[in-house]
């Protein structure tokens, strides 16, 4: 069974950071794209970016220059460092890979006050 499990949300003010985690189960090959998408209130679910296993990453150009992904050492793990954070940026943010497309975890709250 497919599991997303995302985690590292909370609290932060503007120009704040954080660090969002993701672990996917129940693969048991190594994913090659994964990513975060993100959904605002009232808003449509939107990618905020990808990275392939070969390193290559694509970002939204809202967050270019501010978030960076990687990719952990355990297999399907997956990091969103966030930095200079913005209080437009408050959203549930879901992991996402390739190899799961249509599941989605419970997601990780990211709330930034002004």
């Known amino acids: 069974q497919v599991q997303l499990v995302e985690s590292g949300g909370g609290l932060v003010q503007a120009g704040g950071s954080l660090r969002l985690s993701c672990a996917i189960s129940?693969?048991?090959?190594?994913?090659?794209?994964m990513g975060w998408y993100r959904q605002a209130p009232g808003k449509q679910r939107e990618l905020v970016a990808t990275?392939?296993?070969?390193?290559?990453?694509i970002y939204a150009d809202s967050v270019k220059g501010r978030f960076t992904i990687s990719r952990g050492d355990v297999k399907n793990t997956v990091y969103l460092q966030m930095n200079s954070l913005k209080p437009e940026d408050t959203a549930v943010y879901y992991c996402w890979s390739g190899a799961t497309v249509g599941s989605w975890g419970q997601g990780t709250q990211v709330t930034v006050s002004s």
């Open positions: 129940g693969i048991t090959f190594s994913i090659n794209v």
């Open positions: 990275i392939r296993s070969g390193g290559l990453t």
